[in-house]
């Protein structure tokens, strides 16, 4: 794997840019961990992964700034949304996923969203909609997503398959 995965809550050093930020769905679904699927899809490019699940995450967390682990994942997030060159977030059908609406509202602007919004999404419209209005791309699948991103690698970044590149065939 040439690309670099750094997850929360760990601060990251150098990084080798672009940095990719896995905003959106955190909710376990019946599809499989789409963030991994992502990851492994685009695993060949020079670039950087931000992903925020955090394994330390547990009931015992609330959402205030008294909890100082919900202060500091809070703080990694937004930082590092901040610092990325394409935020990805991600809305499935088995949540609303309302983080993940404050975050597409946060950046859509911005110029570095791709949204994908399964077609069960309740809120489907709304993601559709900003993103039109404003400067994000709008996917429906996992598919798609993952065509976009590497789309945006290669056209925006003028980045390529390190494999793909080398000839590499397996063995």
């Keep these: 794997m040439i690309a670099t995965v750094i997850q929360a809550p760990e601060w990251p ?14 909710t376990p679904t019946p599809d499989g961990d789409w963030r991994q699927k992502l990851i492994n899809r685009l695993s060949q490019y020079p670039v950087t992964f931000l992903d925020p699940t955090n394994k330390n995450w ?9 909890d100082i682990r919900w202060m500091r ?23 609303l996923a309302p983080v993940s609406l404050l975050e597409l509202g946060m950046h859509v602007r911005s110029g570095k969203v791709i949204a ?14 900003a993103c039109g209005m404003y400067d994000g791309e709008f996917v429906t699948s ?16 003028k980045l390529s398959n390190i494999e793909a590149t080398a000839g590499f065939r397996g063995y």
């Excluded at 050093?13 to 940095?19: A, Q, R, S, T, W």
């Excluded at 547990?58 to 008294?66: G, P, Q």
Aim: proline share 3%; with cysteine; glycine share 6%.
């Design 13 to 26: 050093g150098h990084m080798v840019k672009p940095l990719i930020f896995l905003a959106g769905t955190t």
């Design 58 to 66: 547990d009931s015992t967390w609330t959402e205030d700034f008294s």
């Design 73 to 95: 994942q809070i703080r990694w997030e937004l930082h590092l949304q901040e610092q990325a060159d394409i935020v990805v977030v991600f809305f499935h059908e088995s949540t």
């Design 116 to 129: 994908c919004a399964m077609p069960g999404y309740a809120k489907r419209g709304n993601v559709q909609a």
């Design 142 to 157: 996992e598919e798609e997503l993952a065509q976009a991103v590497e789309s945006r690698l290669r056209d925006r970044f």
